[in-house]
């Protein structure tokens, strides 16, 4: 599932910075340090990093190269069992947890370069049907290796993040590399999101399960395991919480 999964440091280490862009221009020297500080520890790099994510690397809904890089790294990151501390800062308590920040990241970005979006600007922007979005495809090639690390966050001890990671879910599964998890995500689908107190996020599980509803027969091979292992989620939960903060 994991295919040849990086360490941190190579997947900043193995990018061409210098060669890609984001809102600013060149993503060199700003993003890869950028998002290395984002397991800093330090409130004023982390927030720094935090503002870098949204506003250099997702401006108004638009990514650049350099964001794949980036969504490779913070889903890499989310999925380190040794960077779990690092995510869990002292100053975090009380607030909208880090981790939940960059799952809800991951979500938005994933949004941002759905079939749907990519659908409106073809639209919008009168492209051909044969027109390449190669940002698109880069961010979205990612999403099974991305996906077992967000899984880890579905039984988090904050309600609030367990909402944020099902809900980036929901937006990796659109890969059709990873339809067979739709079945063993729906229990947690409608036990989280479709209570949510976030009108946005209940509209989402509506759509995500009548989707996969309709879609089921195209799994040849359905099961009902997610990524390492877990079982359905088929406990109960009680109500979650919004996510619906400022990223930072």
């Not at 040849?4 to 700003?30: H, M, Q, R, T, V």
């Not at 961010?139 to 909402?163: H, L």
């Amino acid at each position: 599932m994991n295919g040849d999964k990086l360490n941190l440091c190579a997947i900043i280490d193995l990018a061409d910075w210098a060669e890609l862009g984001n809102a600013d221009g060149s993503a060199f020297p700003d993003t890869p340090a950028k998002l290395h500080d984002l397991a800093s520890g330090d409130f004023s790099k982390v927030t720094s990093s935090l503002n870098h994510l949204y506003y250099a690397l997702l401006n108004d809904g638009v990514v650049y190269s350099a964001t794949a890089p980036a969504f490779r790294y913070v889903a890499a990151l989310l999925g380190d069992r040794e960077s779990r501390a690092a995510l869990t800062p002292a100053w975090d308590e009380g607030k909208f947890p880090l981790r939940g920040k960059l799952l809800s990241w991951l979500a938005e970005v994933a949004f941002d370069v759905s079939a749907e979006r990519e659908q409106c600007i073809r639209e919008w922007g009168e492209y051909s049907s044969t027109e390449q979005f190669p940002d698109f495809l880069k961010i979205r090639s990612i999403y099974p290796e991305a996906f077992p690390g967000v899984v880890t966050y579905f039984d988090d001890s904050d309600p609030r993040v367990v909402e944020a990671a099902v809900v980036a879910a929901i937006r990796l599964l659109e890969s059709p590399a990873l339809a067979m998890y739709r079945k063993g995500l729906t229990p947690l689908v409608e036990n989280v999101l479709a209570q949510s107190s976030s009108e946005r996020n209940r509209s989402l599980a509506s759509e995500a399960l009548a989707s996969w509803r309709e879609g089921c027969l195209l799994v040849e091979s359905p099961i009902d395991s997610l990524p390492d292992g877990r079982e359905d989620e088929r406990h109960s939960h009680e109500k979650r919480g919004s996510v619906d903060e400022p990223p930072f």
